[in-house]
């Protein structure tokens, strides 16, 4: 069988308009499932393994959506509009659209990076069969130190004429992009404490071992929360600056997200 294309369109939320992509299965869809991305510093990596794992999961007979944020990609807004609470909405304005346009199919989310804390917290705002968090961001000062750290790192190995110099993007920027106290403070609010998924079956796939997130699932465990843990062996490396520019994606991550819906329950 042959996937149909995707299908780009702007999709009119409360505030702005959200880029969107939809790829229709053939037929009567299985189900839906929508990508959550993560933050724009690390978008960039992750777009072309975004755009396999959905052409995948097409094929295999699921509606999939993909998205920017309102204030990145090809949404419309500015980076220093840019905000968690806006970009939870997002995420609740492309699930209305998936359970409108597909029937009320059963609907999914999967997560990568900090787009996994949001589809935690958009979980609690809408019933999903499946909660995949990839490589999670649960602790946001942890995230912001990384961040910031391989910033740092990347001025200081291309001193001279850096990648992203304060001249053109401002002093408050992370990789070229805006990183403003207000936005750094909402980060932070991430906490392992607050994050605590409601769905039939929770997954949190890592590229490599994480204690952050290790604790956080036998903490789910205990309150009794379907989940497991699942390791890739092959890691991504996301605070490493010198990874910002490749765009490749380790098939093996593909694969076993796309894996996880072979065996329904």
């Given at each position: 069988?042959?996937a149909?294309r995707?299908?780009?369109?702007?999709?009119?939320?409360?505030?702005?308009?959200?880029?969107?992509?939809?790829?229709?299965?053939?037929?009567?869809?299985?189900?839906?499932?929508v990508?959550?991305p993560p933050?724009p510093?690390e978008?960039?990596?992750?777009?072309?393994?975004?755009?396999?794992?959905?052409?995948?999961?097409?094929?295999?007979?699921?509606?999939?959506?993909?998205?920017d944020?309102s204030?990145?990609?090809?949404?419309?807004?500015t980076?220093?509009?840019?905000?968690?609470?806006?970009?939870?909405q997002?995420?609740?304005?492309?699930?209305?659209?998936?359970?409108?346009?597909?029937?009320?199919?059963?609907?999914?989310?999967?997560?990568?990076?900090?787009g996994?804390?949001?589809?935690?917290?958009?979980?609690?705002?809408t019933?999903?069969?499946?909660l995949?968090?990839?490589?999670?961001?649960?602790?946001?000062i942890?995230?912001?130190?990384e961040?910031?750290?391989?910033?740092?790192?990347?001025?200081?190995?291309?001193?001279?004429?850096?990648?992203?110099?304060?001249?053109?993007?401002?002093?408050?920027?992370?990789?070229?992009?805006?990183?403003s106290?207000g936005?750094?403070?909402?980060?932070?609010?991430?906490?392992?404490a607050?994050?605590?998924p409601?769905?039939?079956?929770?997954?949190i796939?890592?590229?490599?071992?994480?204690?952050?997130?290790?604790?956080?699932?036998?903490?789910?465990?205990?309150?009794?929360?379907q989940?497991?843990?699942?390791?890739?062996?092959?890691?991504?490396?996301?605070?490493?600056?010198r990874?910002?520019?490749i765009?490749?994606?380790?098939?093996?991550?593909?694969?076993?997200?796309?894996?996880?819906?072979?065996?329904?329950?």
């Open positions: 069988m042959t149909q995707s299908r780009p369109f702007f999709l009119n939320s409360t505030s702005q308009q959200i880029f969107t992509l939809h790829y229709p299965a053939e037929g009567t869809a299985k189900e839906t499932i990508i959550c933050a510093q978008i960039m990596r992750a777009q072309a393994g975004l755009g396999q794992l959905a052409r995948r999961l097409q094929e295999d007979g699921y509606n999939v959506i993909r998205f944020y204030s990145t990609g090809d949404s419309e807004g980076g220093d509009t840019a905000s968690i609470d806006q970009w939870l997002d995420i609740l304005q492309v699930c209305t659209f998936a359970q409108e346009q597909t029937g009320g199919t059963v609907l999914s989310l999967v997560g990568l990076r900090l996994a804390a949001l589809a935690i917290r958009a979980s609690h705002h019933p999903l069969h499946r995949v968090l990839w490589d999670p961001v649960l602790d946001g942890h995230y912001l130190r961040m910031e750290a391989s910033h740092a790192r990347m001025f200081h190995l291309n001193a001279i004429e850096p990648p992203f110099p304060s001249w053109r993007y401002g002093q408050t920027q992370c990789w070229g992009f805006p990183w106290e936005w750094r403070s909402q980060i932070a609010a991430v906490s392992p607050l994050l605590v409601k769905a039939k079956r929770t997954h796939v890592l590229s490599a071992t994480d204690p952050i997130a290790r604790d956080v699932s036998q903490g789910w465990q205990k309150l009794g929360i989940s497991d843990l699942q390791h890739i062996g092959e890691p991504m490396y996301w605070g490493d600056e990874y910002l520019k765009r490749a994606f380790p098939s093996a991550h593909v694969r076993r997200i796309q894996a996880l819906w072979e065996t329904q329950e």
